[in-house]
């Protein structure tokens, strides 16, 4: 009943999401900014369809290799191994499905976004990007969940386990490919974009600049596609870790196993509830606080948002929690009256994580931030030379106190496993793995916050095109523009107003793109470690004495944790060379096409660029899964234990070199926007010297850290 209840609930989500979808499209939108929208979506069209294409090509691979397993391995029937296929295409066409919808809303909301700053209100035209990400990350969850509970009410019981792993398996390689592709192609287009900047001392999103739509495409491709999939895998995946783990665990009390694991859907469940009574919550609040002020920080309402959901989430797992729980029994047939409120604050530590993560970020990425002030005054002294060095520093800090704040968390945790009541929930054999229980129920609690998560990352790419498509409109240069939207749409538009807002909001929108990339690397992290010791149950089942031989005075073990981060650091290289390389031709192609002459750059060199950036973000993805691809499988044949030295290695190396590299990125970006809107020195060596910074940045925080999340995850989970 409960999980019928849970299907009912994924229902009302994706109602809501489909729903807002049509109240975007219903907004007024005036037609020169409709176009500009329509072009990009139709570039997005065709990028999306040139990675469905290169997905199904890498799902024979691994299809062949799942075949092998289950099939000739584990002798399972043909019409096994077929769901168990079925399951990983039903996973990947979940990251894909989600991607689509996500790039086609946004690719919506930006033109209304930019037709309602001209009213001057401020907080309508935030709530346009707001709604249209939060109906993202409902859509997204409830899919995931919906997916998930079928396999566990309608595949037979002995394939479900397969199949879990099948589904977990395709939708991190569909995370994958999208979140790496999208990272690559969008940097190439804004590196080519921005530097034009500096090279003709062109204005922002100037028209006559062909690498412009490119750049529209690629804000999209890289952050709305690749964070959407991307959310929707980490979902899954974190979620299939904690059942294998049980599964595990519990073999000999299934009971006890399924209680649990219903007891973890009917909490997602609610926190689908959750998460859309504090969105509207959120609205009544900022309406009454920002309703009339013209001018406000566009961050406030994203940090209410966040804050609010986290404590609604808490709540409402420690009341169903006690509801679910609160008379549980052991294997022994003892009762644990305890259970409840140890399992509720250990999943909170993760929630609240969440929402700490995000306030840590902030730090280092905001507006408002000393550090990105210090990047901003360093250039205006020492040029580009010191704007680099100073977001080094805001980078390494980060890491540096974001690692402390996950340590926190999970060390409070670690506190609670100890309680009696869940060690007793753990056999005799297997009790050194309740901390390991409770470190997967972390990064289940971080999960609570997935619909909220995704709705601050996805304002970020629908402010940044709002912005592209106001001046790829050219609507201030139309002839009568102003008695003509007086007339057709009952109100005057305020020009100048509406240019500062829409740059107010591309911050706002930097700084929480900023702040949902360690959410999502922490959670593949924490996760990552959660199926790191269902493989060491597993060995210890198998073999025997598998904890004697992941000591570290065991050669094998420091072998493996060397080769994960030498791997990291040649992931980082070679997603950061593809980006470079396509950059170069971006950049050659533009300046050779550049018409200073013209109003507007031509149709077909818009493009032209668009086919570049997709061109080499594939060759650049092509070259990263062949090697990943071969370490995932080649790798586990030398030895088991070096290979479980190689996943902790790139887990945590790739955990300090993504937040590193993410807010460092996130950085550069804000003290470029500070120039732009708070200094007002568009055009100047100061200008000069943060596009620069910038353009360092790009694959930093939106091609290299983000793609280490799906690549982790999917390593973990295939090999």
């Known amino acids: 009943g409960v999980l019928y209840l849970g299907l009912i609930i994924c229902v009302i989500g994706a109602e809501f999401g489909l729903l807002q979808y049509k109240q975007n499209r219903a907004l007024p939108v005036h037609k020169s900014m409709g176009d500009v929208s329509n072009i ?156 034009m900047k500096i090279v003709f001392n062109l204005p922002e999103d100037d028209p006559k600049n062909p690498g412009v739509i490119a750049d529209c495409t690629g804000d999209n491709a890289g952050d ?150 210090e990047v901003t005054n360093a250039s205006g002294h020492g040029g580009a030379s010191l704007n680099v060095l100073s977001g080094l520093v805001a980078g390494n800090f980060s890491a540096f106190w974001m690692g402390l704040v996950i340590l926190a968390l999970m060390f409070t945790a670690y506190l609670f496993s100890q309680n009696p009541a869940l060690l007793a929930l753990m056999p005799a054999q297997f009790t050194f793995a309740a901390p390991i229980f409770a470190f997967g129920l972390v990064a289940f609690g971080f999960l609570a916050m997935a619909p909220v998560t995704i709705a601050v990352d996805s304002f970020g790419p629908v402010t940044d095109n709002a912005q592209s498509v106001y001046e790829l409109s050219r609507i201030e240069s139309q002839p009568n523009i102003s008695a003509e939207i007086e007339k057709d749409f009952g109100f005057k538009p305020n020009f100048a107003d509406a240019k500062l807002e829409l740059e107010k909001g591309d911050g706002a929108g930097n700084t929480f793109k900023a702040t949902a990339k360690p959410v999502l690397i922490g959670t593949a992290v924490v996760g990552a470690t959660t199926m790191i010791f269902g493989i060491i149950m597993l060995l210890e089942k198998v073999f025997g004495d598998a904890i004697a031989h992941l000591s570290l005075v065991q050669p094998q073990v420091i072998f493996g944790l060397l080769m994960g981060g030498a791997v990291i650091y040649w992931f980082t290289g070679a997603s950061t060379q593809a980006v470079v390389t396509g950059a170069y031709r971006a950049v050659v192609f533009i300046k050779k096409n550049m018409n200073l002459d013209s109003h507007t750059a031509s149709l ?65 970006d804000n003290a470029k926007k500070i120039v732009e809107v708070d200094l007002k020195q568009k055009g100047t060596p100061l200008h000069a010297a943060t596009v620069v910074g910038d353009t360092v940045g790009d694959p930093f925080k939106d091609t290299s850290s983000v793609a280490m999340n799906p690549i982790i995850k999917f390593t973990t989970l295939f090999g």
């Not at 919550?281 to 009454?288: I, P, Q, R, W």
């Not at 790798?635 to 590193?660: E, K, M, R, V």
Request: proline share 2%; with cysteine.
């Open 604 to 668: 077909d060199d818009s493009k032209k660029v668009v086919e570049i950036c997709t061109v080499y973000a594939q060759k650049g993805m092509v070259n990263i899964f062949i090697v990943v691809f071969a370490f995932a499988l080649g790798l586990p044949f030398f030895n088991p234990y070096f290979f479980i030295g190689y996943l902790i290695g790139i887990a945590f190396f790739g955990l300090f070199q993504a937040i590193f590299m993410a807010n460092a990125g996130g950085a550069w």
């Open 40 to 195: 990009i979506w139709e570039t997005c069209k065709k990028y999306l369809f040139q990675q469905g294409k290169f997905l199904a090509a890498l799902w024979i691979l691994i299809a062949i290799c799942m075949v092998y397993y289950f099939k000739g391995l584990e002798d399972k029937p043909l019409q096994a191994v077929l769901v168990i296929l079925g399951s990983s295409v039903l996973g990947i066409l979940g990251s894909y499905g989600v991607a689509w919808f996500g790039i086609r809303i946004n690719t919506t909301a930006n033109s209304r976004a930019a037709f309602a700053s001209l009213k001057g209100n401020s907080l309508k035209t935030l709530f346009i990007p707001l709604q249209a990400g939060m109906s993202i990350g409902l859509l997204l969850v409830c899919v995931e969940l919906a997916c998930m509970i079928g396999i566990l009410l309608f595949v037979p019981r002995e394939l479900a386990g397969a199949c879990f792993i099948g589904f977990a398996i395709g939708e991190s390689l569909g995370a994958s490919v999208l979140r790496i592709g999208g990272g690559i192609f969008t940097k190439i287009a804004d590196i080519g974009s921005d530097l």
């Open 224 to 373: 709305s596609v690749g964070p959407t999939a991307d959310g929707f895998e980490t979902y899954g995946v974190t979620s299939v870790a904690l059942i294998a783990f049980l599964a595990l665990a519990l073999v000999a009390s299934p009971i006890l196993c399924g209680k649990l694991i219903i007891w973890l859907f009917a909490i997602q469940s609610l926190m689908v509830l959750a998460s859309l009574g504090s969105f509207y919550f959120n609205m009544a609040v900022a309406t009454v606080r920002y309703g009339n002020r013209k001018n406000f920080n566009w961050e406030a309402p994203l940090t209410d948002l966040v804050w609010i959901t986290s404590i609604v989430s808490i709540v409402v797992c420690f009341i169903a929690t006690k509801l679910l729980l609160g008379d549980f029994t052991d294997a022994n047939g003892v009762a644990q009256p305890h259970l409840w409120w140890v399992l509720s604050a250990i999943v909170a530590c993760g929630t609240l994580a969440g929402a700490l993560i995000m306030e840590f970020t902030k730090i280092f990425v905001s507006t408002s931030s000393r550090h990105v002030r």
